[in-house]
Every structure is written in structure tokens, then in C-alpha cells.
């Protein structure tokens, strides 16, 4: 068994790949920047402290297992103030469902009981209408200007038109609450900066207030739709009718947040993959029953997530390192999605490919949003290759300065 020291070489190294993942061309293509990491183990010492994980396996194993925790608020509490964690945006976070274990986890998760086969059915249509009336936007962009947009709209505007109407919330306020999920993220962020958290802990505070006005206007008027569907079910678990609000404001914020922010990257990468490799694209036209297998491998190649982070519950062993109790691993799921020793030619785009990805996380925290958001990547697919057979890219697009959620800024179509 080999103790994870960190020498000054290897600080160095690690400090200078931070910072090249944080430049543009960093941002446009970190796979490089993985690879070479990678090429000193699967498992790393982190400069910070805690580890960093390449490894395809190795990933899988930590998100399966029960030995391996959610930075949970008592954790956060222990890193002391003036940190990343104890940001009031951080501690807010720390309530919301993707931080919680068990048994907190457990009955939290079974109170939001979202995005079963019922609900994806009554979403389905929608979700094509939405979808059909985004795209009828593009065409006339497309038209009047040659060239549009494709992220600025359809990708950011069919996740908040879909979860919008799916929480009843006022279409006048989707631009706001799309606006404060890009700052807020920043708290989830691997490395964020004093200013990011900044931006984080002020669109939190806003989304609280937005949220706990609504649910306390749904227990006033209860309708037919999740929030007060969770007030009736957190009113039979928690006595505290201002508790049980608080509950209901922390699943509807997760909800928001989960729905956004990554779902819209799905959305852009996955058309920016797929103009990037025009056989591909060609192959839709042809064989549409391809489209799930490209939602799938867009979500393998370049996941909207590259950065997963947890704890471990007791001292263990792994890749053959020591890690202490409460120590911290970041898995690098972007890179372990190109390891080589679970994808053959992992850098080749493959839509026949068996998918196999860590994309939606894993094991007891595997992402409860995961059918929606191929709900929406699948329709819009279908959609866009049926009306577009002639999509092409204009320029390369530029990325947000990011690490751990990846967003492209724009994505520049036109007709050829």
C-alpha cells in the first residue's frame, strides 16, 4: 500500500494543468490535458489536498459504493470559514438533494418521486411542441440572417420551457431564472474564484426568495403540479409547516438547477459533436433509430459534467493509495469517459458504440433527471436532422471558463 504524497514536481505539474484547462484552448479541448494526468495513474494527489481520479473503473467504484459520500453540510462545516465550502451559496447547496446521504438521501429522494414513465409520458408532447416552435425561431433566423445562434436559441430555451411547464412556473421568468443558474453554478465549480462566489451566494439568495414565494403561493393555491404535489407529501413527514416549505423550496431549487444548466450543454454539445463529424450527422438522415445511440455517445465523448467530488466514509484504500476518512476525491469523469482501458479508440465519435458512461453519476445518486434529459436531446434530434439536413457549423464556438460544468457560450450555425 502506497501513501498519496504530493512532491513539488508533481504540484507543479498539477498546478500548470489547472491552469491550462482554464484557457480557451483549454476550455475547447481539455481531453489532451487528461490524457497526460492519466499518463501518471488513474489515481493522483490533487496540490489542494485529496485526490484526483482518471480512471474509467476506479470512477464507477466510488459511485457505486456506500463507502464513498455526498461533501455533506457536516463536512462542509469541517473545512472552517473563509473556504469554498462554507460559502453561504455552498451551505445552500449542501440541503438540496445531490448533497444529501443517507438516510436523508434516501427519504428525500423518495418525496420528490419525479420523471417516471407516467410523468415522461405527459411530458412527451410538450416536449415536441416546444421543440418544433424553437426550431421554427431557427429556420426564420436562418432565413432573415444566414447564419443564427443555435445555443442562444433552442439549447438554452428548450430545458427551461420544458421545466418551466412542468413546475408551473410563469414563462416571464424563464429568462431570470436561466441567467441566475449560470452564476449560481459557479458554487459546484472545482476551483471557483473569490468573484464566481460571489455571483453564486447572490443568485442563490435571489433563487431562495423566488422559490419560497412560490411554494408558499401554491400551499395558498394548491394546483395539479410537482410543488404542491411535494407539499402534501412533506406535510405528511414534517409537522413544521415552515420545515416542510423549506423542504419543498430545496427540491424545486435542485430541480431548476439539475434541469438547466447541464441539459442545455447536452443539448449544444451534442449538435456541435455531430456537425463536427459529418458522416455521423449523414448517418441520422439515413438510420434515425441511430438518435438514442447519439445522445449516448455525445454524453460518453464530452459529458456536460466533468467533475464529480466525494468523501470518504472511513479510511481506505484506492488505485493503491491510502485515503484518510473525510478525505476528498474529485473524479475526473470527463477524462475516465476517454480511458482507454474501458473504451476502445476512446477519441473516435462512435455512434456504434456500446454506451457506457458516468455522465448521470451512479449508484444511489444517479441522476433522477437522467430520462428527461434524453427525452429532450432525443426529440430534439429527431427534429433537427428532419429539418435541417443541411446544418453546418459556421465557426468554432467559444467556451464558458469552466472545469467541472462545462457550457459553450455560442454555437453558430448556418444552411449550407
Known sequence: METATTSPADRRFAVSLFSRLRTAKG????????????????????????HLVTGFEVCDQVLRSREWLEPD?????????GTRWTASSSREMSRTLPALNPPEHTWTRRAAGMFDRGSLDQLRAPVGRFTGRLL????????DGGEADFNELVSE?????????????????????????????????????????ALSDAATAELRTYFMDLVRARRRTPGDDPVSRWITVWDGMEPDRDKADEAVYFLALFVLLAALETTSTLLSTMTLLLLEHPRQWYRLLVQPDLVPAAVE?????????????????????LGGLDVRKDEMVHLLVGAAHRDPAKHEDPELFNLHRKPA???????????????????EAQTLLHQLV???????????????????????????????
Do not use: K, M
Open 157 to 197: 430555451e428548450l430545458p427551461v420551457a420544458t421545466i418551466g411547464h412542468w413546475l408551473g412556473v410563469p414563462t416571464a421568468d424563464f429568462p431570470r431564472l436561466r441567467e441566475l443558474t449560470h452564476d449560481q453554478v459557479f458554487t459546484q465549480e472545482l476551483l471557483p474564484s473569490a468573484s464566481q462566489l
Open 73 to 81: 453540510s457536516r463536512w462542509r462545516e469541517q473545512q472552517g470559514d
Open 386 to 416: 428532419t429539418r435541417f439536413p443541411r446544418l453546418t457549423l459556421v465557426r468554432r464556438p467559444t467556451w464558458a471558463p469552466r472545469v467541472a460544468f462545462r457550457r459553450l457560450l455560442n454555437l453558430d450555425v448556418a444552411l449550407s
Open 297 to 317: 455517445e455525445s454524453l460518453r465523448y464530452d459529458p456536460p459534467t466533468h467533475v464529480i467530488s466525494r468523501v470518504a466514509a472511513q479510511d481506505t484504500v
Open 136 to 143: 421554427d425561431a431557427l429556420a426564420e433566423r436562418l432565413r
Open 357 to 375: 458512461h458516468l455522465a448521470f453519476s451512479g449508484g444511489i445518486h444517479y441522476c433522477l433527471g437522467a430520462p428527461l434529459a434524453r427525452l
Open 27 to 50: 476550455q475547447a479541448n481539455p481531453f489532451p490535458i487528461y490524457a497526460e494526468l492519466r499518463s501518471r495513474g488513474e489515481v493522483a494527489a490533487a496540490p489542494w489536498g485529496g
